[in-house]
């Protein structure tokens, strides 16, 4: 498995550093198998859970696994981890896409390259709805450490603009800054969490973590029952604080059930790969999708949670190959930073 290490990694890119959590794994693993069940068919209920939740969970694992870095650092990572594979990636869906539908009109593919610069899928030629989370993230690593880092108090008229915009109903703005300044209140949860080491005092309490999985999961479920989607629900506090439950639900049980994966070696290596990898899983499962989608048939297992289940884990699996092929040959498409050659001499 190849993974990117650096110090403003990003929760699509990267694992933690040595020594590895694995619960962070987990949870990744976790959250894009959920983003891509999400972008099946299934009920409003459904839906409202899913989204209460597995967004943010990757904002705040960015801000989890953040680390102060010079600004000249932080703007080369920047490039290097999200802004030139959002562009590289946005081009490869334009091409991926006239090529499926057999369409090559010059002005048809010119609309959709410029939502490059729109960076929101309410941009109608925006090519694939799920890449708006890199403008957005690009922005909360922005705010966070070029501006909160040095003044903290920004917080306060940043978080206050984030709730204007929130209850006004201005939603799917330019380079999608409206879900980022909802986005970095978890990024900035994130970073408290790592600061104060509070997963480290889940150590040998179990049945603390138990306490917290079926307490947040009935919690999330209460939220989602009053259709309280992170990004318009109707009020703003419990937006955030659901996301927030829901995101416990997550990180608890990742780390509760991790220790028994790590037992299974080749599961744990599956999870590793696709927790290293989720940039790529996020950009493309739209495809390997709508694929298994149409090979198997519909109510072929007479569940919709057990076929959707099934349908997630084959998405996922379709783009292995083609993942390790990127890896292997054009790493910096998804932010990973080539292996250097080696060189071998003889004294």
Not at 307 to 331: G, K
């Amino acid at each position: 498995m190849t993974a990117m290490r650096n110090d403003t990694q990003s929760p699509l890119t990267a694992t933690a550093r040595a020594p590895r959590q694995g619960w962070i794994d987990t949870a990744k693993a976790t959250a894009i198998a959920l983003v891509v069940l999400g972008h099946l068919n299934q009920s409003d209920f459904v839906s409202s859970f899913l989204w209460t939740f597995h967004v943010p969970l990757f904002f705040f694992v960015s801000g989890f696994l953040s680390k102060p870095v010079t600004t000249r650092q932080f703007g080369e990572r920047l490039l290097t981890r999200l802004a030139l594979p959002y562009v590289y990636l946005y081009v490869a869906n334009v091409v991926i896409t006239a090529l499926i539908n057999n369409a090559y009109q010059p002005s048809a593919i010119g609309g959709e390259l410029l939502g490059i610069v729109y960076g929101t899928h309410a941009y109608p030629g925006f090519i694939n709805a799920a890449l708006w989370f890199l403008p957005a993230l690009m922005t909360v690593e922005v705010l966070y450490h070029l501006v909160l880092r040095r003044y903290p108090l920004a917080y306060l008229p940043i978080i206050a603009l984030s709730y204007a915009i929130y209850r006004s109903g201005h939603i799917d703005l330019f380079f999608s800054v409206d879900l980022a300044l909802l986005g970095l209140n978890y990024f900035v949860a994130g970073a408290m969490l790592h600061r104060f080491n509070v997963m480290d005092r889940l150590r040998g309490r179990y049945g603390l973590a138990i306490a917290i999985t079926v307490g947040a999961s009935v919690a999330t479920l209460a939220a989602a029952s009053i259709e309280n989607v992170w990004y318009t629900g109707p009020h703003y506090a419990l937006s955030l604080l659901a996301g927030c439950v829901g995101i416990s639900m997550i990180l608890a049980g990742a780390w509760l059930i991790d220790p028994w994966l790590q037992r299974t070696r080749y599961v744990a290596r599956a999870i590793r790969f696709v927790s290293a990898n989720t940039l790529f899983v996020l950009c493309f499962h739209e495809y390997s999708a709508s694929l298994v989608t149409h090979v198997l048939p519909p109510g072929w297992l007479g569940s919709w949670l057990a076929e959707s289940t099934v349908i997630t884990i084959l998405a996922i699996a379709v783009l292995a190959p083609f993942n390790l092929l990127v890896l292997r040959f054009l790493p910096s498409m998804i932010g990973v930073r080539p292996k250097p050659s080696t060189v071998s001499s003889k004294n």
